[in-house]
Nanobody
Framework: VQLVESGGGLVQPGGSLRLSCVAS????????MGWYRQAPGTQRELVAA???????NSADSVKGRFTISRDNAKNTVYLQMNNLKPEDTAVYYC???????????????WGQGTQVTVSS
């Protein structure tokens, strides 16, 4: 199983970016999917998460600015980031709880990360 993120980059304060993460490989089902971020010298933190059925939650610091969504048919999760601030600068990681086989437990998988830099 692989998770591949895309969509990071450099953006000015107040700008927008949309991150995407596609899961591929041997997949029976995907439970929760989410986005985490890690800035230099800090711990990785949850940004937003979404269940298979579409229920989501997000960190207080991004509420009203970031929106998480997913396309189950495409095994893809998105993070729409609006009104970006310099403090949003970090490496953003995709996470998914994936069941490879019907009768086996699910496991956590991570993407390689994509850099988001908010600067003028």
């Amino acid at each position: 199983v692989q998770l591949v993120e895309s969509g990071g980059g450099l953006v000015q304060p107040g700008g927008s970016l949309r991150l995407s993460c596609v899961a591929s490989g041997r997949i029976f089902s995907i439970n929760a999917m989410g986005w985490y971020r890690q800035a230099p010298g800090t711990q990785r933190e949850l940004v937003a998460a979404i269940t298979h059925g579409g229920r989501s939650n997000s960190a207080d610091s991004v509420k009203g600015r970031f929106t998480i969504s997913r396309d189950n048919a495409k095994n893809t999760v998105y993070l729409q980031m609006n009104n970006l601030k310099p403090e949003d600068t970090a490496v953003y990681y995709c996470n998914a709880d994936i069941q490879m086989w019907r009768d086996n437990p699910s496991h956590d998988y991570w993407g390689q990360g994509t850099q988001v830099t908010v600067s003028s």
